[in-house]
């Protein structure tokens, strides 16, 4: 049984430690997120391009397999975003975490419905302003992360982030041991969210041939793609990614070519195909040696952080915030 490590996150959320799994499209599904659920931290099912009908067996799956708070996230910039937030609201799942774009124009209905709303940030303004939207939290996500991403790292963010609003923050980019999730507390942070440390979890569904990738990663291993046309995202090196790379030099001239290319790249490498498919991955990859269940992913960074003073540092980001409410 992992150790309780309590925090406002984990109030807010009625989890034992404050730890979130990642949204990874096509990735965090119900094995993945109920197992992080049970396991005492907080399982998110990823929405992001999937059908409806998906989403609706995928949580009552997750539901079947533990009692326990189960998320989901949206992709604000998918056409079926607006249908999607409905759909969550009705089956009021716990908690949903938002991406690409602000949740205003469904905050009211997920709230009326009891849903905790934590969207995830890649700037201070933003946190800011999620804030004043009534966000109950903020991820702050540092450009180490896997997927899309921003361009501050987690170590300039997070603290910045933490003066400038009340509400918790979970630190997410860089984390995959104790000894990160020790560090996010020190830099006022209440929890952490992580995606590339759950990818090899024997809970995860992707392919083995992912998996090994992952850890088999040195810490110079992944190439951001996609900063010419203004989504930039993080993932492995491999034949798709510097290929990719290569035609964005000339957006102009290759922009229909790349657009083939984005096609299905992610169901590719999930299917195991590591050379044509984007493997999504943040930079903490090298840090990730050993497959091992969920359960013993979240007991290993609590025992390691708590033996680093983890609960000290904790406290000290409460009465922080404490002294900020008053």
Not at 12 to 39: C, K, N, W
Not at 310 to 325: C, P, Q
């Amino acid at each position: 049984m992992t150790a309780a490590l309590n925090t406002r996150v984990t109030e807010l959320l009625g989890t034992e430690v404050p730890i979130i799994q990642g949204a990874m499209a096509r990735i965090a599904d119900a094995s993945l997120a109920s197992a992080v659920s049970e396991a005492g931290g907080l399982g998110i099912i990823a929405c992001g391009g999937a059908p409806l009908d998906w989403v609706e067996a995928q949580i009552a799956e997750a539901r079947s397999r533990t009692s326990k708070p189960i998320g989901a996230n949206v992709m604000l910039m998918d056409p079926n975003a607006g249908e999607l937030a409905k759909l969550l609201a009705e089956l009021k799942v716990d908690v949903i975490t938002t991406g690409a774009g602000s949740p205003a124009n469904y905050m009211e209905m997920w709230k009326e419905a009891g849903i905790k709303v934590i969207p995830v940030v890649a700037s201070t303004a933003l946190a800011v302003r999620m804030e004043r939207l009534g966000a109950d939290a903020v991820v702050a996500e540092g450009t180490e992360s896997g997927g899309h991403i921003g361009e501050l790292t987690t170590m300039a963010l997070v603290p910045s982030v933490v003066d400038a609003v009340k509400i918790p923050v979970i630190a997410a980019g860089g984390v995959a041991d104790g000894r990160g999730l020790a560090a996010v507390f020190a830099l006022g942070a209440e929890g952490v969210q992580m995606g590339t440390r759950f990818l090899t979890v024997e809970e995860c569904t992707v392919a083995d041939a992912y998996k090994e990738r992952v850890l088999a990663a040195k810490d110079s291993d992944t190439i951001v793609t996609g900063r010419g046309s203004g989504h930039p995202a993080r993932c492995l090196k491999n034949k798709f990614s510097r290929a990719v790379r290569k035609l964005e030099g000339d957006m102009a001239k290759n922009g229909d070519e790349l657009e083939q290319m984005y096609l299905g790249s992610l169901r590719r490498a999930v299917e195991g195909d590591v050379e044509n498919g984007s493997l999504m991955s943040g930079q903490v990859a090298a840090l990730v040696h050993e497959r091992k269940t969920a359960a013993e992913v979240i007991d290993e960074l609590v025992r390691e952080a708590c033996a680093l003073g983890a609960r000290d540092l904790a406290e000290m980001a409460r009465a922080n915030a404490a002294r900020k409410r008053a």
